[in-house]
T-cell receptor, first 115, second 113 residues
Framework: AQSVTQPDIHITVSEGASLELRCNYS??????LFWYVQSPGQGLQLLLK??????LVQGIKGFEAEFKRSQSSFNLRKPSVHWSDAAEYFC?????????????FGQGTRLTINP | NAGVMQNPRHLVRRRGQEARLRCSPM?????VYWYRQLPEEGLKFMVY????????ESGMPKERFSAEFPKEGPSILRIQQVVRGDSAAYFC???????????FGPGTRLLVL
């Protein structure tokens, strides 16, 4: 069965420090991969996506992610975090079925920023 | 171009009542998806609809839950005889038919007393 694992439930980093959020997926075919961010009480905003091609993808707000097929991973990175990055981050894999996709999400990683 | 609209944003119901959640997709989008987020969990797929058709409802509970996307008007997620375990955030997403990216609404937070 398709699944997404985000091993870190909660991460705390200092403002200005680098960040890496881990994501591992299980899916038999070529995956469509996504990272979304959710601020408290808000909906999900798309940060970036991978469909094919270059395995290093750039997103909004200075985020990037690297697809590694051999490790079934799609880790999210940012070189220097800002206090406004504090939020919940979700990795998802798109499952193609019946002409469209449904998303399978990880449990999320809550990011706290220390001043 | 307005984003995905959901209303109400917050809904309080007593056990046994009905909850109706509405979702208006982005302009030009013909695919609608509903997801549920239980407290402290990720989002779980419930149902995927196109206009007047339910395409995939594999994530919907077998009883009390139904969804529709009529030819005119918003998509509706209906929960009959709500129970406390239905308390959650319900998110709608939409996509155009040729693009794989889903865009999410702000969600409806349902609280069952």
């Amino acid at each position: 069965a398709q699944s997404v694992t985000q091993p870190d439930i909660h991460i705390t980093v200092s403002e200005g420090a680098s960040l890496e959020l881990r994501c591992n997926y299980s899916y038999g075919a070529t995956p469509y991969l996504f990272w979304y961010v959710q601020s408290p009480g808000q909906g999900l905003q798309l940060l970036l996506k991978y469909f094919s091609g270059d395995t290093l993808v750039q997103g909004i707000k200075g985020f990037e992610a690297e697809f590694k097929r051999s490790q079934s991973s799609f880790n999210l990175r940012k070189p220097s975090v800002h206090w406004s990055d504090a939020a919940e981050y979700f990795c998802a894999v798109g499952i193609s079925a019946q002409g469209a996709q449904k998303l399978v999400f990880g449990q999320g990683t809550r990011l706290t920023i220390n001043p | 171009n307005a984003g995905v609209m959901q209303n109400p944003r917050h809904l309080v119901r007593r056990r046994g009542q009905e909850a109706r959640l509405r979702c208006s997709p982005m302009k030009g989008h013909s695919h609608v998806y509903w997801y549920r987020q239980l407290p402290e969990e990720g989002l779980k797929f419930m149902v995927y609809l196109q206009k007047e058709n339910i395409i995939d409802e594999s994530g919907m509970p077998k009883e009390r839950f139904s969804a529709e996307f009529p030819k005119e008007g918003p998509s509706i997620l209906r929960i009959q005889q709500v129970v406390r375990g239905d308390s959650a955030a319900y998110f709608c997403a939409s996509s155009p038919p040729t693009i794989e990216t889903q865009y999410f609404g702000p969600g409806t937070r349902l609280l069952v007393l």
